[in-house]
Nanobody, 114 residues
Framework: QVQLVESGGGLVQPGGSMRLSCLFSGESFEAFAMSWYSQAPGKERELVARISVDGTREYALAAQGRFEISRDDAKNTVYLDLHNLKTEDTGVYFC????????WGQGTQVTVSS
């Protein structure tokens, strides 16, 4: 059974950076695409970025140029590097197995505030 565990969230000032990690437990991580979503307070969960098995990356418009998704198949981990953070980036960040599976991590809180 696949499990996903996010880490790396916390409090950061506007303009700051942060790295989120999502550790995959199970078999054949390298065979799965992975996605990152964010959920701001009072809003629905939205796609931030996703990465295919071959490393192809896609980003939401708000994430382009500021966020970077990457994966390390040797470590069963997908990362989301957040740069030039804005207050509106505040929310819970979730990783998801694939692009449309029901397998999610528990989320990690990112708070951007001065």
């Amino acid at each position: 059974q696949v499990q996903l565990v996010e880490s790396g969230g916390g409090l950061v000032q506007p303009g700051g950076s942060m790295r989120l990690s999502c550790l995959f437990s199970g078999e054949s991580f390298e065979a799965f695409a992975m996605s990152w979503y964010s959920q701001a307070p009072g809003k629905e969960r939205e796609l931030v970025a996703r990465i295919s098995v071959d490393g192809t990356r896609e980003y939401a418009l708000a994430a382009q140029g500021r966020f970077e998704i990457s994966r390390d198949d040797a470590k069963n981990t997908v990362y989301l590097d957040l740069h030039n953070l804005k207050t509106e980036d505040t929310g819970v960040y979730f990783c998801r197995l694939g692009f449309d599976t029901p397998v999610w991590g528990q989320g990690t809180q990112v708070t951007v505030s001065s």
